[in-house]
């Protein structure tokens, strides 16, 4: 008699198979991240966990997180977050080492996806490496813009802003309340648009987009991608919609650059118009002088110029 063979099939859920990859995917990431390494005088690090290193070990209030870690390592401890190493350092002798006696080896800033996208690909003198570029850019700001001379060149425009700012709170005293905040970060943006881009740009509808403009930018910029941590979870960013986000507001921050350089240089060709020496320059004729000019011998492109002219706008502020 032949018994006949029962065979048994299992069938797993793709959800069951998505979980099963994870797991797969973070053992993998797991023993290569916990490979002997060489920690010949490294600074304390607080115990990590495997991925994620020590993010789990800080809240809401990092600074004081980072605070009552160094209480239990040291004012000079090493933190792991994700794939970044990071050095803490939570003493005046420990931070004067950093920035002063070891400064060169700390120069470079850190590599960022925000900074990559909003800033030019890292060519603006704020998120730029250090070397010779990065040292160009830093004298052309601290010569052109915030030199003592050109600070004290553009003090009757400071002046005119503030005594617009006085009569407009004179005038609010008698209606109700005056938000400080609100009027005196208009006076911080009149006065920095009219000293690097010629004139304000906060009034009217294309200021209120503008300044809508600006808020959108300082969130990305601050916003952490998990992909700069954990370089196999950057899908995350294009996923959300993080990326697309970013780079919508990049181009309208540069369309917008673009236009104040377009409507200098349509200035100065207009009827041959020349800017004299003794005519006061803002920033962006400054920079477009420079360029044409190459009195630095280090020639600056136009992706430079814009670089440049967004640090003074957005950082300035």
């Given amino acids: 008699m032949l018994l006949g063979q029962t065979k048994t099939f299992f069938f797993l859920h793709p959800l069951v198979l998505t979980i099963l990859a994870f797991i797969l995917i973070f053992l993998f990431k797991w023993s290569s991240t916990t490979l002997p390494t060489t920690k010949k005088n490294s600074p304390p690090s607080p115990p990590k966990l495997p991925i994620v290193g020590n993010f789990h070990q800080l809240d809401s209030q990092p600074h004081r997180s980072l605070g009552s870690l160094a209480q239990r390592h040291g004012p000079l401890m090493l933190l792991h977050f994700?794939?970044?190493p990071t050095l803490v350092a939570?003493?005046?002798?420990?931070?004067?080492?950093?920035?002063?006696?070891?400064?060169?080896?700390?120069?470079?800033?850190?590599?960022?996806?925000?900074?990559?996208?909003?800033?030019?690909?890292?060519?603006d003198v704020a998120s730029a490496p250090y070397g010779e570029y990065w040292r160009q850019m830093k004298s052309i700001s601290v010569?052109?813009?915030?030199?003592?001379?050109?600070?004290?060149?553009?003090?009757?425009?400071?002046?005119?802003?503030?005594?617009?700012?006085?009569?407009?709170?004179?005038?609010s005293c008698f209606s109700g309340f005056v938000n400080l905040s609100?009027?005196?970060?208009?006076?911080?943006?009149?006065v920095l648009c009219r000293v690097?881009?010629?004139?304000?740009?906060?009034?009217?509808?294309?200021?209120?987009?503008?300044?809508?403009?600006?808020?959108?930018?300082?969130?990305?910029?601050?916003?952490?991608?998990?992909?700069?941590?954990?370089?196999?979870?950057?899908?995350?960013?294009?996923?959300?919609g993080l990326d697309a986000r970013a780079e919508k507001v990049a181009k309208q921050f540069d369309d917008f650059i673009e236009g104040v350089i377009e409507d200098h240089v349509n200035c100065q060709r207009r009827e041959g118009h020349v800017i004299l020496e003794n005519e006061q320059k803002d920033f962006v004729d400054v920079l477009l002088q420079i360029q044409?000019?190459?009195?630095?011998?280090?020639?600056?492109?136009?992706?430079?110029?814009?670089a440049l002219i967004l640090v003074s706008k957005y950082f300035s502020s």
């Fill in 196 to 240: 690097a881009l010629g004139r304000k740009y906060g009034v009217g509808k294309g200021g209120r987009k503008f300044k809508e403009l600006l808020v959108e930018f300082t969130e990305l910029l601050g916003t952490i991608s998990v992909g700069n941590y954990i370089p196999w979870l950057a899908w995350v960013s294009r996923v959300n």
């Fill in 143 to 171: 010569l052109h813009l915030l030199s003592n001379k050109r600070v004290q060149s553009f003090r009757a425009v400071r002046e005119e802003e503030t005594f617009l700012v006085i009569e407009k709170i004179k005038q």
């Fill in 292 to 306: 044409k000019e190459n009195v630095i011998g280090f020639p600056i492109d136009r992706v430079s110029i814009k």
């Fill in 90 to 123: 939570s003493s005046a002798d420990a931070a004067s080492e950093i920035m002063k006696t070891h400064d060169l080896i700390f120069a470079d800033r850190c590599k960022s996806n925000m900074f990559e996208k909003l800033l030019y690909n890292y060519k």
């Fill in 82 to 84: 994700g794939s970044v």
């Fill in 182 to 190: 609100e009027v005196l970060a208009n006076l911080t943006n009149d």
